[in-house]
């Protein structure tokens, strides 16, 4: 059983790592989290049009890159765009 569960850790890892963003869901979320400040995950996938799977496989390679930055608020989760971020976002954003 043990053996199973390595397995699937190690697939499940080289996923996360092999992820490659699409540039269009990238500019759409850049766009979004340049004009609010501060915006929860449910309100960026109806915001950006992008399914919430999807949009947690972006938000996920995001946070890895140090790009976004997850806080709490009154118990909620947002996400916020940090100073190299909004670098980023700025270039991306233009395509």
Do not use: C
Not at 34 to 42: F, G, M, S, V, Y
Not at 66 to 90: D, M, Q, W, Y
């Amino acid at each position: 059983m043990l053996y199973i569960q390595k397995l699937i850790q190690k697939k499940q890892g080289k996923k996360i790592r092999d992820f490659k963003p699409s540039m269009k869901i990238l500019s759409r979320i850049m766009k979004v989290m340049l004009d609010k400040n501060a915006i929860q995950r449910t309100s960026l996938s109806l915001e950006t049009n992008v399914q919430y799977s999807r949009l947690s496989r972006h938000l996920e390679w995001l946070e890895r890159k140090k790009l976004i930055e997850p806080f709490v608020e009154e118990g909620r989760i947002f996400l916020k765009l940090n100073s190299l971020g909004k670098e980023f976002a700025s270039s991306v954003s233009l395509l």
